[in-house]
């Protein structure tokens, strides 16, 4: 076996061949699986799904909440801090909440700001924001929402922050459950504005979403709710963060009329089956704006794979909130969240056709795995061609390397 191993790599070391995208992928159904009304937007301003219910920020009460089908759970509340409306989690489950007393103007300086709720349990982690903060933003440092948190910040994570006036956006960085201040700071930015939704910069309500895309690469992706949502990368070689336009389908400067964008907080980023999507607040040329319907739409698609038309005819908070997000069940189903605040939370089941999900160790993307696909890989790994996480780590462990040519391998001939 051995010997054929290194005779399979002397062979591929002269061989390329191009990587071959995916066609663009196929919706098996959107189906909803249960919806439960909520009010009080007023003090419910912000919330997320995780693990089959939602985690909502009471703002009066300090609290946040968990609900599912049945309502609110009243044996579930963390101890959010005094004001503010902030709370979102990381990869990791964990769950971070603002609890400064300087909401609805900017942080307080030396005080607790970020409350850090760990996903295995146990007592919750208070820190305060590096100096750097208040010396960027100063009095003008409001800031209503968090976007999802990277990574795991009770190992090592980051949560990403734009505040009111900024046209740039803050690197909040955690190591084990504490903020690490040397590691935290206002980020070096290029690329396409940010903090341009109105004259003079960002809103208060903007967000930053961190998410994994299906090539294995990190992202962020700054939203707002009246400008187009700008897709970020880290430069290692410049050490900058340089943002593109993420252009959703529908958008007003865009050839395609249903549906349209509905200009609400709430666009997510996502991965599954090989293909990167945009959940989205969206709505029909008729509707009101502020509604509750939104699409699924894969990155540099034209149309949406996906439309959930609004389900009521006026808005139904003051807010412009339509918080969504999504959870990958396997490589073919996602679970999407849908909080929209004085409406309903709302939970569906989002199913791709098995033909558009990438086949692990397809490197070439031909619909069969074979010695092809070797060649392939040890092409990626030479350089050849560009990485694609999704087929080519074939031994899940988040790498391409070596390792992979002999699962791969072994999958070919089939040990495994």
């Known amino acids: 076996m051995k010997r054929l191993f290194h005779l ?3 062979i591929m070391m002269f061989a390329t061949v191009s990587a071959v995208d995916l066609e663009p992928a196929e919706l098996e159904y959107l189906q909803l699986k249960w919806k439960q009304p909520i009010s009080e937007w007023i ?27 049945n309502g609110e759970d009243s044996t579930f509340v963390l101890e959010g801090g005094y004001r503010g409306h902030a709370v979102t989690c990381d990869e990791a489950g964990n769950i971070l909440t603002r609890i400064d007393y300087g909401w609805p103007g900017g942080w307080e300086v030396g005080a607790p700001a970020i409350r850090v709720f760990p996903a295995a349990g146990g007592d919750y982690i208070d820190s305060s924001l590096p100096v750097d903060a208040f010396n960027n933003w100063g009095e003008n440092g409001r800031m209503d929402y968090f976007g999802f948190a990277e990574g795991n910040v009770m190992e090592e994570g ?29 980020v070096a930015y290029a690329g396409a504005n940010i903090g341009a939704s109105v004259e003079g910069g960002s809103t208060c309500d903007d967000v930053i979403n961190a998410y994994i895309a299906a090539d294995g690469t990190r992202h962020l992706l700054y939203v707002s ?52 999507f945009f959940l989205y607040p969206a709505k029909l040329p008729e509707d009101a704006m502020y509604l509750d319907g939104f699409a699924i739409a894969e990155a540099n698609a034209d149309i949406p794979i996906t439309f959930m038309p609004a ?45 558009s999900v990438a ?22 790994i030479l350089g050849v061609i560009p990485k ?25 001939l089939g040990i495994i």
């Open 8 to 10: 399979t790599i002397a």
């Open 43 to 69: 003090k419910h301003r912000q919330g997320f799904g995780m693990n089959g219910a939602f985690y909502i920020r009471d703002n009066q009460q300090g609290i946040i909440s968990r609900w599912d089908e």
């Open 158 to 186: 980051a949560l990403y922050i734009i505040s009111q006036h900024a046209h740039t956006f803050f690197k909040i960085a955690f190591l084990k459950g504490k903020v690490n201040p040397n590691a935290s700071g206002a």
């Open 225 to 276: 709710r009246s400008i187009e949502p700008v897709d970020i990368t880290y430069d290692e070689q410049s050490h900058i963060y340089v943002g593109e336009t993420a252009l959703l389908p529908g958008h007003a400067h865009l050839p395609f009329i249903i549906p349209i964008r509905g200009f609400s907080n709430g666009v997510y980023p996502f991965a599954l089956g090989g293909h990167n």
């Open 311 to 355: 389900t009521c005819s006026s808005a139904a908070n003051g807010i412009q909130a339509n918080w969504l997000n999504a959870e990958p069940v396997d490589e073919s189903k996602a679970i999407i969240y849908q909080y929209y605040p004085g409406g309903h939370i709302a939970v569906y089941e989002f199913k791709l056709k098995q033909s």
């Open 359 to 380: 086949i692990k160790g397809d490197v070439n993307s031909d619909g069969k795995v074979n010695v092809s696909d070797v060649t392939a890989l040890v092409n990626m």
């Open 388 to 412: 694609d996480m999704t087929r080519a780590d074939v031994n899940g462990d988040g790498k391409i390397n070596v390792s992979d040519v002999t699962a791969l391998i072994n999958i070919i």
